[in-house]
């Protein structure tokens, strides 16, 4: 492989795929194969519960495995995608609107009661929980709805941890930047507090643990 692997991740079944310059490879134990289909640059996959994969290139949906993806039929740009806990495929558009994609029909979902499409910045799922982040906080989806989980900050890599916290980054300002923490229900709390510490992964560990990597490489363990 020499086109430069911009992520590694297991697929459903078991399968390692890795994102290149020049489309998704899959490993087969001794070597890298590429399945038919778009030979683009991959920066993310999302896999799916049936063993498929997931990206977007562009705008377009590609959906698919081994045996090569196919682009999916939308009205829309798809800008960010993350599974439900139904194991279907919730998309938000390039326009901001948000979709459910399962068993090959697409249904509009509403955004939360009070929320301008000008307002919604990123759609993510940590693995458990999928959450809507928007300019005065995020929401976080439970069952058919949305539940206000922040209000007045912007936090990103939100993540709900093993201990029942939720935990997320600051950015900017710069003097706020770093790890902050809350109760549902509670109070920001801050648990890192050095401006160096510019975030680019939050995730909660098998065994409980919270993993936090700095941009620096510096990488975090939280009991």
Same mark, same amino acid.
Request: proline letters at 4%.
């Given at each position: 492989?020499?086109?430069?692997?911009?992520?590694?991740?297991?697929?459903?079944?078991?399968?390692?795929?890795?994102?290149?310059?020049?489309?998704?490879?899959?490993?087969?134990?001794?070597?890298?194969?590429?399945?038919?289909?778009?030979?683009?640059?991959?920066?993310?996959?999302?896999?799916?519960?049936?063993?498929?994969?997931?990206?977007?290139?562009?705008?377009?949906?590609?959906?698919?495995?081994?045996?090569?993806?196919?682009?999916?039929?939308?009205?829309?740009?798809?800008?960010?995608?993350?599974?439900?806990?139904?194991?279907?495929?919730? =998309?938000?558009? $390039?326009? #901001? %609107? !948000?979709?459910?994609?399962?068993? &090959?029909?697409?249904?509009?979902?509403? +955004?939360?009661?009070?929320?301008?499409?000008?307002?919604?910045?990123?759609?993510?799922?940590?693995?458990?929980?999928?959450?809507?982040?928007?300019?005065?906080?995020?929401?976080?989806?439970?069952?058919?709805?949305?539940?206000?989980?922040?209000?007045?900050?912007?936090?990103?890599?939100?993540?709900?941890?093993?201990?029942?916290?939720?935990?997320?980054?600051?950015?900017?300002?710069?003097?706020?930047?770093?790890?902050?923490?809350?109760?549902?229900?509670?109070?920001?709390?801050? =648990?890192?507090? $050095?401006? #160096? %510490? !510019?975030?680019?992964?939050?995730? &909660?560990?098998?065994?409980?643990?919270? +993993?936090?990597?700095?941009?620096?490489?510096?990488?975090?363990?939280?009991?």
């Amino acid at each position: 492989m020499s086109s430069g692997a911009s992520f590694v991740r297991e697929g459903a079944d078991g399968t390692i795929w890795v994102g290149t310059r020049d489309g998704a490879l899959w490993f087969d134990g001794y070597r890298f194969i590429r399945p038919p289909g778009p030979h683009y640059t991959v920066n993310r996959l999302l896999a799916l519960a049936d063993g498929d994969v997931a990206f977007t290139i562009d705008g377009v949906l590609h959906v698919g495995g081994r045996d090569g993806f196919t682009a999916v039929d939308l009205p829309f740009g798809v800008f960010n995608l993350v599974t439900d806990e139904s194991g279907g495929l919730m =998309l938000l558009s $390039r326009t #901001s %609107d !948000l979709y459910k994609l399962q068993d &090959g029909d697409v249904q509009p979902l509403a +955004l939360p009661a009070g929320v301008r499409r000008e307002d919604v910045l990123h759609l993510q799922s940590d693995g458990e929980t999928v959450w809507l982040r928007v300019a005065d906080g995020a929401f976080r989806r439970q069952g058919n709805d949305w539940v206000r989980e922040l209000q007045g900050r912007e936090l990103r890599y939100l993540t709900a941890g093993a201990d029942g916290r939720r935990y997320g980054a600051v950015e900017l300002p710069i003097e706020d930047r770093g790890l902050w923490s809350w109760e549902p229900g509670g109070e920001l709390s801050r =648990l890192t507090g $050095r401006v #160096s %510490d !510019l975030i680019r992964v939050i995730a &909660g560990a098998a065994d409980g643990r919270l +993993l936090v990597v700095q941009e620096s490489g510096t990488i975090l363990w939280k009991d």
